[in-house]
């Protein structure tokens, strides 16, 4: 129930009915809801945006935007809010402010408050009383303290489960508060346009189901840890994908985030790997629909990679996969918003080029690996609604971005596993995991236990035996592309061969234990960290460059060490950088084995493989960069 995406634990609810039970169907209606608020979202502030352009405004510069949001909050009326920041400028009257920020304003404020009579009108029927309207409203007002904690109001309400969205937009103007607010205008401005779509969305939806699995006779009749999981994905789904247990932790945050934007940036393995999910439908396709279904998911497929036109056809049509960034949590977090975030730290004191030219590189890190995903999931997609219309299934493309969504992982907050809402601990913990926590839900959940256990037709145990092969194919593809990627790049040679790759296929899956295995299998060490650890570790360790005796040696230790702490401050394509070092300094040689057993007593990382002789093509290469680091290291 923790680790499995939530449309799965719901049709355990409902006795294996291949989602069509209706504890599924409220999760089909939330995970519609969601597309649709985020659609919205997409839709106000780029309107807003587009608008502000035509005013001739390319940035608001910090000091335009701390005038504005002091004559913003006088007009509001919070005028201990409007002190405080006049203090803080040193001010000794209220700025004046020129036409065109004046224009700024008047179109954040059209667009923040075209859907109060609608916000006004739920609330009044979930809360029966009037709606408390402030009479000059332009922005929620959000503090500093809050701007690492993300989203800071989700689990800053106490330690009770909740089933009410944040509500900011309600809040009066408190007097004596000496709290320094936030000057960030667009960045508020894009936060309480999402606030708002998602109370307006989702909270109803959320009132039906409390009713519901709340009553009496539904206790009764599913248990207590049936209420107690609907009571916990209640609350994430209302905190927008946090539970009340969650801590908040920026510094941890902070290092996941780097190091999910230099690994997988430009990430050749990570990018070449998205169209092999394309198994996962189709062994989902040939176990729910038979074998012709498995067929027109591979042609459909093919399709939307031979004309990408056709591609992009799919994608205009469908609202989830406009939304999707790659099925990740983590791709979703590292995803730039629609509004650029304001410069902090060492990125203030660059020149305006520079930064710009920092933040289009950083940017740009995913959109090869979101591509290479949306053309598989649009494919998978267009497949299943053809084979959804074929069945005479209503409301076939609902259906099929569902389906698309289980088939190819899914980051949205009415789908993800409860694991990831625990806090900030859990998702170090399954950085880069959630595809693969989907994958083990299809393995487990959809081919063995509603496929081979559940199931009482023959056909279909023999079709989720086939489904279960296919699975055992696509991992032996995987390795092989995998393989033959690294040899490109870090010359690194085959660890396992391609039948433990086929019998590791399932037991590898399997969230964390899987992940041990796969560690024994391949480097001979039950020893498993996760990523972040990895990159700590291999930064302390590279430490001890001046302890190796070799020249060898200590370019290769440098060579961590760097690589660990560009990881750590998140440079884009920095991991596929040091492989190209690596394989250039350190490549394995015609030969080479499996890596050795780690000699320390008790395990421990397996010792690196080196090369007697450097592979160098080019000795030149050689010299410019071996000098480069020992400058460095003296």
């Known amino acids: ?99 065109t920020e004046n224009k700024v304003i008047e179109i954040i404020h059209k667009a923040v408050n075209k859907s109060t009579d609608e916000i006004a009108a739920i609330s009044e029927e979930i809360e029966n009383k009037p709606f408390r309207r ?29 089933t009410q969205t944040f509500k900011g937009f309600v809040y009066n103007r408190q007097k004596g508060v000496e709290k320094m607010p936030r000057t960030d205008i667009l960045g508020i401005f894009e936060e309480a346009i999402n606030e708002q779509q998602w109370y307006i969305k989702i909270q109803p939806e959320l009132e039906n189901l409390r009713y519901l699995v709340r009553s009496k006779e539904y206790v009764a009749k599913g248990g207590q840890m049936v209420a107690n999981f609907w009571k916990d994905y209640m609350d994430v789904v209302a905190r927008r994908g946090w539970s009340a247990m969650a801590t908040s932790n920026p510094l941890l945050r902070a290092a996941r985030i780097n190091m999910g934007r230099s690994i997988l940036g430009y990430k050749l393995t990570s990018i070449l790997m998205q169209p092999f999910s394309v198994f996962d439908a189709i062994a989902y396709a040939n176990t729910r629909f038979g074998g012709t279904a498995s067929l027109q998911v591979l042609k459909e497929f093919s399709k939307s990679w031979v004309n990408p036109r056709y591609a992009r056809q799919i994608i205009a049509e469908s609202p989830a996969l406009q939304m999707r960034k790659a099925g990740e949590v983590a791709i979703e977090e590292l995803a730039p918003g629609l509004v650029a975030k ?29 591509d290479f995903d949306i053309r598989t999931a649009a494919g998978t997609q267009k497949a299943i609604e053809n084979i959804l219309v074929k069945n005479g299934i209503p409301n076939a493309k609902q259906e099929a971005e569902f389906f698309m969504n289980i088939t190819q992982g899914s980051s949205e907050v009415t789908y993800r596993p409860m694991i990831l809402s625990r806090g900030e601990g859990s998702r170090t913990l399954f950085t880069f995991q959630t595809f693969f926590l989907n994958r083990w839900g299809m393995i487990a959940h959809d081919l063995i236990t509603s496929g081979l256990i559940k199931n009482k037709r023959w056909g279909k145990k023999f079709a989720a035996l086939i489904g279960l092969a296919i699975m055992m194919a696509a991992s032996v593809a995987e390795q092989e592309a995998r393989y033959a990627i ?41 020893d498993f960290d996760f990523p972040l650890a990895r990159v700590v570790e291999n930064a302390i360790g590279g430490i001890g460059v001046i302890t190796k005796k070799t020249e060898e040696a200590k370019i290769m230790a440098g060579l961590r060490a760097a690589e660990s702490f560009a990881e750590l401050l998140g440079i884009a394509g920095s991991a596929q950088f040091f492989d190209f070092l690596e394989g250039i300094f350190g490549g394995e040689k015609e030969g080479s084995k499996m890596m050795p057993m780690p000699t320390k007593k008790g395990g421990g990382r397996p010792p690196l493989i080196m090369p007697k002789k450097l592979n160098i093509m080019q000795p030149q290469l050689e010299d410019v960069i071996t000098n480069l680091i020992k400058k460095e290291l003296a």
């Open 134 to 162: 402030i009479p000059e409203y332009t922005l929620p007002i959000k503090y500093e303290y809050e701007y690492n904690i993300i989203p800071s109001q989700t689990i800053e309400q106490g330690r009770h489960r909740v």
């Open 342 to 370: 304001p410069a902090r730290g060492i990125e203030k004191r660059m020149p305006g080029v520079v930064r710009t030219t920092l933040r289009k590189f950083q940017k740009e890190a995913l959109t090869l690996l979101q």
């Open 486 to 526: 690294l040899g490109l790049t870090k010359k690194t040679k085959r660890k396992a061969s391609m039948w433990v790759s086929a019998l590791m296929a399932i037991p590898e899956n399997i969230p964390i234990f899987g992940n041990m295995i796969s560690s024994f299998v391949t480097y001979g060490t039950t």
């Open 1 to 99: 129930m923790e680790t499995v995406h939530i449309p799965r634990v719901a049709d355990i609810i409902d006795g294996y009915k291949g989602y069509e039970g209706e504890n599924a169907k409220y999760i089909k209606r939330l995970g519609a809801k969601e597309t649709i608020a985020k659609v919205e979202t997409q839709e106000t502030i780029t309107g807003a945006l587009e608008e502000i352009q035509k005013l001739g405004v390319k940035e608001l510069t910090p000091d335009q935007q701390t005038r504005m949001m002091i004559n913003i909050r006088i007009r509001e009326g919070a005028y201990d809010q409007a002190k405080t920041l006049m203090e803080k400028s040193k001010m000794t009257e209220v700025p004046t402010l020129t036409d």
